[in-house]
């Protein structure tokens, strides 16, 4: 998952790009999820039922259009339309069953038989809903105005209406909440539940916007199929930048693990080799001062580098995966810490040289120096492994796993090859024993 951050006044279009992906699962922002305006029938289409009692069918959201841009047009029509839309429209529909009573359900079922009476009495002229109400009294004392208005409403939503006004998903709940739920006209297609509903739907609406837009900038959450790090993740978030760089006017920003993932992948040489070349050439000098030579701290440092190089090539053979800011931390702690082993051993070896031959000072280094390198070696490789099994953070396992695996390589180099070493240069190193003694 990636989160897009653009500007509130960048209309973010790249929505249709991302659409067009077949490994972009879904794309949240606040222009596709509430800004996008629909004409009622794709409403209908992309509004999901509320509840049962209010189905928002597209008969429905053609009279809420309506009622939303014309309200203030007269409602007009003659006694013959009216008939022949009760019989098409209202007979059997399911939407008004709640708002007729039985004798109203009576009538509408006899419309037929009284429909040529009606015309005769009404005449062929458009009637107001008031005198369509007066007409009606004289058949069915509960056919009044109030009766009448909501299939005048549904009437002219069907008919009338433009198929092309549209409205957002904001300002759908906006006027259902704050209008049609308050109007006495739809209170018996409204029940309680249907109420209840529209107010939740309200407040997650509300909630998902705040999430999706801020004072100055907007945010995209982006899911899709990639995995966090590989070739495939970072040709989609170029392609993705590229967009975002043809698309918007203001900055942006992609977040999440793969934008990181591909920043530091691209870093991550430069910074790698930078810290490696400060760290060794920093602990050389000190160890230079300390030893006054300058062959045993190349060797030294040598040492250390190979144990970090030993310690990422095992991890990648062995199909385990290396974080970035462990490989960081791991480098400064083994440069800092294992070197002692070496600088140890080396004293003793240097030491044990002035009075033995070649060959007799290596027993002689490991009898003094062994002890205390294994103790403390065994600590800093132990303590990390047993550490890390307790953590479910992965950044936290992966770096106490890679200490003790690259302590491990570090100590194995030093009590291993250091001493070989150490032999093959060793009319270099015994010439430190010349600057001890003056």
Not at 63 to 69: A, D, E, G, H, K
Not at 90 to 119: K, P, T
Not at 257 to 280: D, K, Q, V, W
């Amino acid at each position: 998952m990636m989160v897009l951050v653009y500007h509130n006044d960048d209309e973010p279009e790249i929505c249709r790009m991302l659409e067009e992906d077949g490994n972009v699962k879904s794309v949240a922002c606040y222009y596709s999820a509430l800004a996008t305006p629909y004409t009622a029938e794709e409403m209908a289409r992309n509004m999901p039922e509320m509840q049962e009692g209010m189905k928002l069918d597209g008969d429905l959201l053609s009279m809420i259009y309506y009622l939303r841009y014309a309200e203030d047009q007269p409602l007009k029509m003659t006694a013959a339309e009216f008939l022949s839309f009760l019989s098409e429209h209202v007979a059997g529909n399911e939407m008004f069953e709640a708002y007729m009573s039985e004798d109203q359900r009576e009538m509408l079922s006899r419309v037929g038989s009284f429909s040529g009476m009606v015309s005769l009495l009404a005449g062929n002229a458009p009637m107001t809903l008031k005198q369509m109400a007066e007409t009606f009294s004289r058949f069915s004392s509960d056919m009044n105005e109030e009766s009448l208005e909501l299939l005048f409403l549904y009437r002219e939503g069907l008919d009338n209406g433009d198929p092309q006004w549209t409205m957002t998903m904001e300002e759908m709940f906006e006027f259902l909440y704050g209008t049609v739920q308050h109007d006495p006209r739809f209170s018996p297609l409204l029940g309680e539940d249907a109420k209840a509903a529209l107010s939740d739907a309200k407040e997650a609406l509300d909630a998902g916007k705040a999430q999706l837009v801020g004072a100055k900038h907007s945010r995209m959450i982006i899911t899709t199929k990639y995995p966090d790090e590989a070739e495939e993740t970072f040709r989609f978030i170029d392609r993705l930048s590229s967009a975002c760089e043809k698309g918007f006017a203001g900055k942006y920003y992609l977040i999440g693990n793969s934008a990181m993932n591909l920043e530091m992948s691209r870093s991550f040489g430069g910074e790698y080799l930078f810290i490696t070349i400060l760290t060794a050439v920093v602990i050389f000098l000190i160890v230079s001062l300390s030893t006054r030579s300058f062959m045993i701290p190349l060797i030294l440092v040598l040492i250390v580098q190979t144990g970090v190089f030993i310690t990422v090539a095992s991890i990648g053979i062995f199909g385990g995966s290396i974080y970035y800011l462990a490989l960081l931390i791991v480098q400064c702690i083994l440069m800092g810490a294992t070197i002692d082993y070496g600088i140890l051993f080396t004293n003793y070896y240097i030491e044990n040289r002035k009075n033995t031959s070649t060959f007799e000072v290596v027993r002689k280094t490991y009898e003094g120096a062994i002890h205390t390198i294994t103790t403390s070696g065994l600590i800093l490789v132990i303590v990390p492994s047993i550490v890390g099994r307790f953590f479910q953070e992965p950044t936290i396992t992966a770096i106490v796993d890679t200490i003790a695996c690259g302590s491990l390589a570090a100590i194995i180099l030093i009590l291993i090859c250091l001493p070989g070493i150490l032999i093959s240069f060793d009319k270099l190193v015994i010439r430190n024993i010349w600057f001890q003694t003056i």
